[in-house]
C-alpha cells in the first residue's frame, strides 16, 4: 500500500496560467447522469450565482437530453463520450457521476485541459488507478472534491471540531451500521463491478472513521453473500462486519448488511471518547452526551443543511481562492485503501496491516 505521505509534485510540470475570476460564473458539466447525478445537478442549482451547468454526458444519449432538459431548460450541450466534452464545452468544473466501474481515463483527460473535478465516491476499484488519479491532478494543479459528503455535516464538524482541540479527550470505540434491503442495479450486484456492499456503500462510514478520529493501523473484515446467494447475478457481499485498530489500542467496528429492512436506508454511528459519547443518526443530526458527571444533560445537534450544495460551494471557493477543498481526490484514494484492505481481508481471512 502507498505511503500515505507520498507526494506526486513534479517541479518541471508548471500550474495553469489561467486564474479564475472571482467574479466568474464557473461553467461545469456532469459526466454520467444517472441516480447520484441528481443530487449534484440539484446543488448546482441552488448556486447559481457560482455555476452553470452547460454540458452533460452520457453513454445513454437519452439520458443526458432529459437532465439538460431538466437542469439547464434544455440550453445545455449533451454528449455520449467524455473526451469531446472536455474538448468542445469549455468547461472550468466537471462533476464525475459514474458508477466505479465505468471509471476509464476521464481524470486524467480532465486534469490535462485544466478542468477541476468533483468525483463521486468509490473515485476507483483498484488502488493502481486511483493513485493514477491523484497523480494526474495534482501534476496539473487542478481543485478536486471526492464525493464523501458525509464530512460536510453539521453534527460531523461539530464533534471533529471539538475533537480537534482536545475537548473530548481520547477516541477509544467507533461504532457504525449501514442498514437497507434493496436489489440495486445490476452493476451494482456485481461485485467485480462496485466491488461489493462494503466499497460501494459503507465506504461513507469508514471514511466517516478517518475524518473524525485518525488514521487505523490495521483492518480484519468477514463479509459474505448470505441474502442472495440464490440470485445468479448477485455476487456482492451482503453482510459484512469489519474491525479497524489504530496505534494508540483504539478500536472502530463497522458492520453493513443489504438484508434488513426493505426500501429504508439506516447509517448510523457512535463514538466513545474519555469525556463523551457521541451517536450520529446521520451526518446533521446527533446526540453528544457528557461521561464526566452523571448530571450533565445531553446536548442535540441538528440541522437540515444539504451536504451536497456544501461539498460542491467548499469545491468553488477552492477554485476561487487556490485553497484545498475538504476532501481532495488524495483523501477520497486514502479511504478507498482502507476499504480495498478491508476486501482483501474478508479474501484471506486474516488481518491486514496498513
Known sequence: MEDERRTTKDESIRPPSFVVNMMKILRAGILGCGGIAHKHAQAASQLKDEIELVA??????????????????????????????????????????????????EIERAAERGIHLLVEKPIALTHE?????????????????AGLMYRFGAAMQEFKTRFAAGALGAAG??????????????????REKSGGQLV????????ALRYLIGEPVS?????????????????????????????????????ATNGALPGKWIKEWRIVTQKLIAEFADWNHATFTPTTA???????IASEQDVFALQLSDLVNAIRTGGTARTPLREGARTLDL???AARSAEAHSEVIL
Open 200 to 207: 460501494e456503500q459503507a465506504i461513507h462510514l469508514f471514511d
Open 339 to 341: 476499504v480495498l484492505a
Open 294 to 300: 452523571p448530571d450533565l444533560a445531553p446536548e442535540i
Open 129 to 145: 488507478h486511483a493513485w493514477r488519479m491523484v497523480d494526474a491532478a495534482e501534476r496539473a494543479h487542478i481543485k478536486t472534491q
Open 56 to 105: 452533460f454526458c452520457s453513454r445513454n444519449e437519452a439520458n443526458a437530453r432529459a437532465f439538460a432538459d431538466k437542469y439547464a431548460a434544455g440550453h445545455a450541450a449533451t454528449f455520449t463520450d467524455h473526451r469531446a466534452m472536455f474538448e468542445r464545452a469549455n468547461l472550468d468544473l466537471a462533476i464525475v457521476c459514474l458508477p466505479p466501474f465505468a471509471h476509464t481515463d
Open 219 to 255: 483492518v480484519f473484515s468477514r463479509q459474505a453473500n448470505f441474502f442472495h446467494r440464490d440470485l445468479a447475478d448477485y455476487t456482492s457481499d451482503d453482510v459484512s462486519a469489519t474491525v479497524v485498530s489504530f496505534a494508540n489500542g483504539a478500536l472502530g467496528v463497522i458492520y
Open 173 to 190: 470505540l467507533f461504532s457504525a451500521r449501514y442498514f437497507c434491503n434493496a436489489l440495486h442495479a445490476p452493476w451494482w450486484r456485481a
